[in-house]
């Protein structure tokens, strides 16, 4: 069964930073593309950035690039999103999405407030 | 950047109503387009994927077509289960893109 699992979620103030982790199960992390898709309280879904199989190619939202930064450890199953200089408007909850994505996990909520 | 935009972003339907939800893409996307549902508190799930091809295990009631630039949802029957948040996602091209999505309510 395929699983994905995010934590890494919680309370930071502006300015701040974060890092989001997804843990895959029941399927072979290394053959797929993934995703962070994310969305705010009581709004619809945005998608934020995807990293190819082998890390090697990344795209981003115009509104994280330069603070946001995807990853892969393919050995260890995990996908992580590191989020720096954090604006209350990032405040959401964070999805890892796979591959074509077809299979996504419950979410990690982020709030950023002072 | 590819802009999609989903009609209505409302809706209110009954128990056995024939609902359709319509995406327009800004540009051609080809068939590069998925349907999600959502329900509060949960992950969005794909119904549709390649516009018009139905995901293993949801219901036949739902189907997708449409290519290029306009696609469509319908759902034949509504169930209760069906009452949720609709969004289509494009990924065509980065950046990915969603519909604005679309509450489906029971009248």
């Known amino acids: 069964e395929v699983q994905l699992v995010e934590s890494g979620g919680g309370l930071v103030q502006p300015g701040g930073s974060l890092r989001l982790s997804c843990a895959a199960s029941?399927?072979?992390?290394?053959?797929?593309?993934m995703h962070w898709v994310r969305q705010a309280p009581g709004k619809g879904l945005v998608w934020v950035s995807r990293?190819?199989?082998?890390?090697?190619?990344?795209n981003y939202a115009d509104s994280v690039k330069g603070r946001f930064t995807i990853s892969r450890d393919n050995a260890k199953n995990m996908l992580y999103l590191q989020m720096k200089s954090l604006r209350a408007e990032d405040t959401a909850v964070y999805f890892c999405?796979?591959?074509?994505?077809?299979?996504w996990g419950q979410g990690t909520l982020v709030t950023v407030s002072s | 950047d590819i802009q999609m935009t989903q009609s209505p972003s409302s809706l209110s339907a009954s128990v056995g109503d024939r609902v359709t939800i319509t995406c327009r893409a800004s540009q051609g996307i080809r068939n590069d387009l998925g349907w999600y549902q959502q329900k509060p508190g949960k992950a969005p799930k794909r119904l549709i994927y390649?516009?018009?091809s139905l995901q293993s295990g949801v219901p036949s009631r739902f189907s997708g077509s449409g290519s290029g630039t306009e696609f469509t949802l319908t759902i034949s029957s509504l169930q209760p289960e069906d009452f949720a948040t609709y969004y289509c996602l494009q990924h065509n091209s980065y950046p990915h893109s969603f519909g604005q999505g679309t509450k489906l309510e029971m009248k």
């Open positions: 029941g399927f072979t992390l290394s053959s797929y593309w």
């Open positions: 999405v796979r591959g074509v994505l077809d299979y």
């Open positions: 390649a516009a018009s």
């Open positions: 990293i190819n199989s082998d890390a090697s190619s990344t």
